[in-house]
């Protein structure tokens, strides 16, 4: 029955000792202040080269610090969980060589894309979900489990239908693997959020504070993804600009919510009742996204050929779904 295991989420122990604590508080302080410095020195650097140095300082403050604070989670971390921990913070490590990468490319003028950062950056999404999905096998029965794979797989559907419509008319001569990166950036953040909001709901997940700051930091970081792309599609991408900022405040939030991260399920009947209303909606809303990706995909200039078939396609195969989970 629907929330019937509730109960069964299992809760972390109490925090880990002050002593372990102050690490991860003295990292998280360490990144703020790499992101401060980098945003005073855009702020006051007048030299294109200085304002994109201070660019990357902030970003790989914030990136390096999230790292950090995945593995003192991980270590401090005494409860069944560890697998998935493992995935968060090898995801965030990639994260960080990327960025280091992305700091070598700049230093030497290498501008192709596809680059090397990009191999690494890519790995973050795919590293949440899979962690993400080792939680829900751990404590959902099998119906769940039905139910909410049946509702991820149609929500990244949705959103990769979304994401080529939206990207795909603005990518001139773009080569096909340069296509295909440019949408995997999105679409595994997006489909990591999918499974976040999804377990929230099917498991009755108290809204915490911790789970709040991974799940709109997973968001943040996948709207700077899109937003950055869809700039860098039109040629408006622009060194020290503030929203470069927003890369660096999401992923550091992220760190900080992987590090304090834990499942607790709600006791709330209202919350209980709330999910539910939800999940019955869920794939009507799915539905509904497909429908829009079909009425956006012939009312846009620019769309490639394929793309309309694809999009068709999706919409059908979210159709199933929803009739599945129905």
């Known amino acids: 029955a629907p929330g019937s295991c509730r109960g069964r989420a299992s809760i972390r122990p109490p925090g880990a000792p002050a002593s372990e604590r102050r690490p991860a508080r003295w990292v998280l302080l360490a990144g703020v202040l790499g992101v401060s410095a980098g945003s005073v020195g855009i702020y006051l650097a007048q030299n294109a080269g200085w304002i994109r140095f201070f660019d990357n300082l902030h970003w790989t403050s914030a990136t390096a610090a999230a790292a950090i604070l995945a593995w003192l989670g991980l270590l401090n971390d ?3 969980r560890l697998p998935a921990r493992k995935w968060f913070a090898a995801g965030l490590t990639m994260y960080f060589i990327g ?5 070598v ?3 030497v003028g290498y501008t192709d894309f596809p680059g090397p950062a990009d191999l690494a950056y890519l790995w973050l999404g795919p590293s949440l979900a899979a962690g993400l999905l080792l939680e829900m096998f751990r404590i959902t029965q099998p119906g769940q ?3 909410a794979l049946l509702d991820m797989l149609a929500l990244t559907i949705a959103a990769l239908m979304m994401v080529l419509v939206l990207y795909l008319p603005h990518r001139g001569e773009m080569s096909f693997l340069s296509s295909a990166v440019l949408v995997l950036y999105p679409v595994t953040l997006l489909s990591a959020l999918s499974i ?3 377990l929230t709901l099917e498991l009755r997940l108290r809204l915490s504070w911790q789970w709040m700051i991974f799940i709109l930091s997973l968001l943040g970081t996948g709207v700077a993804w899109m937003k950055w792309n869809l700039m860098a599609l039109d040629g408006e991408t622009i060194d020290g600009s503030w929203f470069n900022l927003m890369f660096s405040i999401s992923i550091l939030t992220l760190g900080w919510g992987i590090y304090q991260w834990k499942f607790e399920p709600s006791n709330s009947k209202i919350f209980d009742r709330t999910c539910e209303a939800i999940l019955q909606f869920l794939p009507l809303l799915t539905v509904m996204a497909a429908s829009l990706a079909i009425l956006l995909v012939t009312m846009l200039d620019g769309v490639p050929k394929v793309v ?3 999009t068709l396609v999706g919409a059908l195969l979210v159709i199933v779904l929803a009739m599945i989970r129905q």
């Open 99 to 103: 960025q280091l990468a992305w700091d």
């Open 196 to 198: 976040s909001l999804v």
């Open 105 to 107: 490319q700049i230093a």
């Open 78 to 80: 005494r409860h069944d």
């Open 145 to 147: 489990r039905k139910h």
């Open 308 to 310: 309309i078939p694809v």
